[in-house]
Nanobody, 127 residues
Framework: QVQLVESGGGLVQAGGSLRLSCAAS????????VGWFRQAPGKEREFVAA????????YYTDSVKGRFTISRDNAENTVYLQLGSLKPEDTADYYC????????????????????WGQGTQVTVSS
């Protein structure tokens, strides 16, 4: 069983930055892919980014490419999502999730691939 805990959300002005953290307990991420999703009020939960832990391959949705960076820290068993050049439309609850990485990478963009979810952290970007 994997437990995920997100942190780092908050209120930031447009153009600002935040770093979200996703800490895992229960087992290591070594054979997992870890994704970040977000859900704005009244909208579906959508894929943001993912990292395949063992190889470090990263995946992003188009709207965040060049602004967000996903990374991992082996020693801390933690995945980070650095949010930059934030826009009001980035306002959402952000969730990290984990799945076994034997799925083809095309599955990483789909929330039903992921078995374990954190409780979410709120990001609010003011204009």
């Amino acid at each position: 069983q994997v437990q995920l805990v997100e942190s780092g959300g908050g209120l930031v002005q447009a153009g600002g930055s935040l770093r979200l953290s996703c800490a895992a307990s229960g087992r290591t991420f070594s054979s997992y892919v870890v994704g970040w999703f977000r859900q704005a009020p009244g909208k579906e939960r959508e894929f943001v980014a993912a990292i395949r832990w063992s190889a470090g391959n990263t995946y992003y949705t188009d709207s965040v490419k060049g602004r967000f960076t996903i990374s991992r820290d082996n020693a801390e068993n933690t995945v980070y999502l650095q949010l930059g050049s934030l826009k009001p439309e980035d306002t959402a609850d952000y969730y990290c999730a984990a799945a076994r990485s034997y799925y083809p990478s095309t599955y990483y963009y789909t929330r039903t691939t992921y078995d374990y979810w954190g409780q979410g952290t709120q990001v609010t970007v003011s204009s």
